[in-house]
């Protein structure tokens, strides 16, 4: 994608550079191209870059591009309107970065249920035992 630029203002007010560029294109330009041709071409970090609109004709492949490019990312954020999908991103990674580690206790699995031939299996086991027992006391059962 190929930017040319038709008109640069600087903005003192709110210390930015407002631009307007034409792109050539065969399809719509993403955010994304978008953002990452007007930093390589003005020298500028993708945090100071806002665009303000991606606008093309039917059936034309040239784009009139808007955007700001601030001095900071801090007059960015400070001036500039944030979308719905930026704010849900950024608190994303507020709360992965506010939860501290927790030490992960071991958590005791239970046994997985036992087939119930195995039960039956092991209910004789526990009456043989049982019944060895009385045995060993002389037969009488002790309550």
């Keep these: ?3 040319k630029v038709t008109e640069e203002k600087e903005n003192l007010m709110f210390n930015r550079r407002e631009i307007k560029a034409t792109a050539e294109s065969i399809s719509s330009p ?3 191209e978008t953002l990452k041709a007007l930093a390589e071409k003005f020298s500028s970090q993708i945090e100071k870059i806002k665009i303000k609109g991606i606008h093309g ?3 034309s492949r040239t784009f009139n591009i808007e955007a700001n490019i601030y001095n900071s990312k801090e007059e960015k ?3 500039e309107l944030k979308k719905k999908k930026e704010k849900d991103a950024e608190k994303k990674i507020a709360e992965a970065a506010a939860v501290p580690e927790k030490p992960v ?7 997985a249920e036992q087939a119930p031939a195995q039960e039956q299996s092991e209910k004789k086991m526990d009456e043989e035992e049982k019944k060895s027992e009385e045995k ?3 037969g009488e059962k002790v309550e």
């Design 1 to 3: 994608m190929e930017i």
């Design 136 to 138: 060993e006391q002389g």
């Design 105 to 111: 206790e071991p958590v005791a699995e239970k046994p």
């Design 57 to 59: 004709r039917f059936g």
């Design 30 to 32: 993403s955010r994304e």
């Design 77 to 79: 954020d400070a001036v």
